[in-house]
């Protein structure tokens, strides 16, 4: 599993990897965390690796944790975020970006490792095992399909978008033939494919997605289409809220 803390206070952050690494330990996992005292370091960082949890501490020198927050959601929209704060005053921000969770420092073992187990509960572990394989430079290259935020067919080749932009020589209907098999995935018209985790809206006929792109719907199947990503949504929220957290 993979954690990334940001705090700007150092010995915080070295109580709050021992007390993850410890869970860890009891659960038989292994554990990475990465550590960041300032915020565009950590932004840097998430724009090319995928974090299971993430943890912020609201009060950064350099930063509010809650506009921190936010621009991570534009490169991850469902990583659980769980913010830590000396002050009860955020919480209702924190909700405004889907908080998993919101600790009061100083941390404990009792208040952390009851979190960690429900984040492990509703830790999407099938997700993290699936990956596409496609042909770029005469090397074979896996991408997580919880990376993929959209696809754009371009005559024989293909254009993958996740926290970059990947071409590949392969054709449009091989690799949607794959994805189509899973419910986040969607063909919104002729050579476009997008991942509902990453679409901010589908309005008339144009779907937006989080990055700003924004692409044509099929018109005749446009109502069909955004009644899809409606339901989408609901079931996410749903599971979410069985779960003690939204997302």
């Not at 959601?73 to 975020?81: A, D, E, F, H, L």
């Amino acid at each position: 599993m993979r954690f990334a803390i940001v705090d700007d206070n150092i010995e915080e952050i070295h109580m709050t990897e021992l007390l993850i690494q410890d869970w860890c330990g009891s659960h038989n996992m292994m554990v990475c965390c990465d550590t960041f005292t300032e915020g565009d370091a950590f932004l840097l960082s998430a724009a090319s690796n995928s974090y299971d949890f993430v943890l912020f501490d609201i009060y950064l020198k350099e930063a509010n944790g809650i506009d921190l927050a936010v621009s991570f959601r534009k490169i991850s929209p469902k990583t659980p975020i769980v913010f830590l704060t000396s002050s009860s005053e955020y919480h209702v921000e924190a909700l405004h970006v889907h908080a998993f969770d919101y600790l009061q420092k100083p941390i404990t073992k009792a208040a952390i490792h009851p979190l960690l187990d429900d984040l492990l509960a509703v830790r999407p572990v099938l997700d993290s095992h699936l990956f596409l394989t496609v042909n770029t430079n005469k090397t074979k290259l896996p991408i997580l399909y919880s990376d993929i935020q959209y696809i754009i067919s371009d005559s024989n080749y293909l254009i993958i978008h996740t926290s970059e932009e990947i071409r590949c020589r392969m054709l449009f209907r091989d690799v949607t033939r794959t994805l189509s098999e899973d419910e986040r995935f969607l063909t919104i018209n002729r050579g476009v494919m997008v991942n509902l985790d990453y679409v901010s809206s589908m309005d008339g006929a144009v779907c937006m997605m989080n990055d700003g792109a924004s692409f044509s719907m099929n018109k005749k199947q446009s109502n069909t289409l955004q009644q899809t990503y409606i339901t989408w949504q609901f079931t996410q929220r749903t599971k979410s809220l069985l779960h003690g957290g939204l997302s």
